[in-house]
């Protein structure tokens, strides 16, 4: 139902099989067009934007049937080393974002530690999303997706940093159960942070 891919192609070791921006196009490249098939087979496929910002995103996440997750750190904001888009299409990319800045993970260990890249924003989302399909098993790859999309804080905006911005999967979940009415010119007005909280959240309107 649903796959997390944290990791990104553009320079190979051959550099005459390597990509060129025009490449990255959605359709193009052997990993989008690998991307875009488990969609149409109706798998929900979340792929890292990358870690070289401000330049461009990389493949498979200039998929246009996929999910391009894009970093931002505790306050919401953009992370300075998030691939941008949008891909050689001019498809908004990266859709939306997770934490990717100082995200906690578990090490090989079993301890707890912080680090940073989209390579932990995407499994975050990822898992945030298995959550929306679990809640709603009949609905479509497509719809699970642009749910997510329109229930993001800039999704009358979006850019190159953020796409459609940060998710609120409450909202999203409410937008597939045809529940939810929603404001575009309210996005942006309220913010609530750090995401994840420990101890203290802090609302912002």
């Known amino acids: 139902d649903l796959v ?3 990791l990104g192609y553009f320079n190979f070791d051959d ?7 025009a490449d990255l196009d959605g359709q193009t490249t052997i990993a989008a067009m690998g991307v875009n098939t488990a969609f149409s087979k109706g798998i929900v496929v979340l792929t890292s934007a990358g870690n070289s910002g401000p330049s ?5 996440c200039d998929a246009s049937d996929g999910f391009c997750v894009g970093a931002i750190d505790e306050f919401g904001d953009y992370a300075s080393f998030s691939s941008v888009g949008p891909n050689a299409a001019g498809q908004v990319k990266p859709d939306v974002a997770a934490m990717g800045k100082d995200a906690w993970v578990i090490m090989a260990s079993g301890d707890l530690s912080t680090g940073s890249g989209t390579s932990f924003s995407s499994p975050i989302m990822a898992g945030a999303t298995a959550c929306l399909i679990q809640a709603n098993p009949t609905k479509t790859a497509g719809q699970i997706m642009e749910a997510i999309r329109e229930s993001a804080h800039q999704f009358s905006a979006p850019d190159g940093l ?6 609120d999967f409450c909202v999203a979940n409410d937008i597939l159960n045809n529940s939810a009415v ?15 909280a420990s101890e203290f959240i ?4």
Do not use: C, M, R, W
């Open 202 to 205: 802090i609302v912002d309107g």
């Open 182 to 196: 929603i404001n575009e010119s309210a996005f942006g007005k309220l913010q609530v942070y750090p995401v994840p």
């Open 162 to 167: 953020l796409g459609y911005g940060i998710p």
């Open 15 to 21: 550099s005459t099989t390597s990509h060129v921006y």
């Open 4 to 6: 997390n891919i944290s």
């Open 56 to 60: 461009n995103i990389s493949t498979p």
